[in-house]
């Protein structure tokens, strides 16, 4: 991996309203315009809210609980990130796509609106996760700290502010989560919540089998939970981003496995900053029917 200064502490750029990095922005044509196929199977998550869980749940699931196959490589070249853009030499997103054999399992944070059309068109299967506000505010925090490749989150008072203006790459989580929602009503996307994943993973893993068209035998899906689980995959080299150089990630700041916990939030929030972000959250999710649990 060569380093290179251009994505470290990137430059940022909108796309129609939505913060991207500079170089997500500039390559925006070839992004939108990105071919999915009928088989593809699609991760979708806001930042932090369990994608890379749900994608080791997803390789698993696909290899039938082979540990070797699911170790052949790390997680963001197993299932390409497709809009996550780089300069060259380096794989951007879209070019570990395009060159990977159907199917394919792919990861996204975009918004809906911006999700590119060709996966609506081809009737792709989308799996979206979502995570409470404040849990995905303080994981993004600590990443955002530790990952040199997203803008420096600042002190911990301004960051709360800036993630609840929505002035984070891939914007408002507010609008994510009910964009989303919204639109599960009329495509294939199975919608499931990071505290029922870890409240009951059997069972949430059991949704997405079923999503899946997939049967296993309950070895496999209790080899499945445990490998997945947040201890063990802390410990997997190919699900816990350690194999990147420090000066891309230092896990010495915070661990990219930091906590997995619901309701971590409470170690961070004072009194005053929860009643705050509370009365914007209830502006801002007014009239949707979209519920979260801060803490299970
Ligand atoms: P914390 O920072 O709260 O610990 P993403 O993959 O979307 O970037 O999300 C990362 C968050 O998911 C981190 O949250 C990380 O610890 C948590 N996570 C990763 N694997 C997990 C697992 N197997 N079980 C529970 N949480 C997990």
Redo the contacts with the bound molecule.
């Keep these: 991996l060569q380093l290179d200064d251009k994505y470290l502490e990137p430059e940022t750029k909108e796309v129609n309203g939505i913060l991207m990095t500079k170089m997500i922005s500039d390559n925006w044509d070839n992004i939108w315009n990105f071919q999915a196929r009928p088989d593809d199977l699609l991760i979708a998550?806001?930042?932090?809210?369990?994608?890379?869980?749900?994608?080791?749940i997803v390789d698993m699931i696909q290899n039938d609980g082979d540990v070797q196959k699911c170790q052949r490589a790390n997680t963001f070249d197993r299932q390409p990130f497709i809009e996550w853009t780089l300069p060259p030499p380096l794989n951007s997103g879209l070019d570990l796509a395009n060159q990977m054999p159907s199917p394919r399992t792919l990861k996204t944070?975009l918004p809906v609106q911006l999700l590119p059309p060709s996966f609506w068109k081809e009737n792709a299967k989308i799996i979206y996760?979502a995570?409470n506000a404040k849990?995905?505010l303080?994981?993004?925090y600590?990443?955002s700290r530790m990952n040199k490749m997203v803008p420096d989150p600042g002190t911990w008072e301004e960051y709360v502010e800036t993630f609840k203006a929505g002035r984070v790459l891939w914007g408002s989580w507010h609008d994510h989560v009910k964009g989303w929602w919204k639109a599960k009503d009329q495509h294939r996307i199975l919608y499931l919540f990071?505290e029922d994943?870890?409240e009951d993973?059997r069972r949430e893993i059991q949704k997405i089998l079923k999503f899946l068209e997939k049967d296993i035998s309950e070895e496999v899906l209790n080899k499945i939970i445990y490998h997945?689980?947040?201890?063990?995959?802390?410990q997997n080299p190919m699900?816990?981003y350690t194999t990147l150089p420090t000066s891309i990630m230092d896990h010495s700041i915070?661990?990219?496995?930091?906590?997995?916990?619901p309701g971590?939030w409470k170690n961070y929030f004072t009194v005053a900053q929860n009643e705050e972000f509370d009365k914007d959250y209830q502006k801002k999710m007014k009239g949707s029917t979209l519920t979260f649990r801060t803490e299970i």
């Design positions: 998550t806001y930042a932090k809210a369990g994608t890379t869980w749900t994608q080791e944070h996760v995570r849990d995905c303080v994981s993004y600590h990443f990071y994943m870890k993973p997945t689980s947040f201890d063990v995959m802390k699900a816990n915070s661990p990219f496995m930091r906590k997995g916990m971590d």
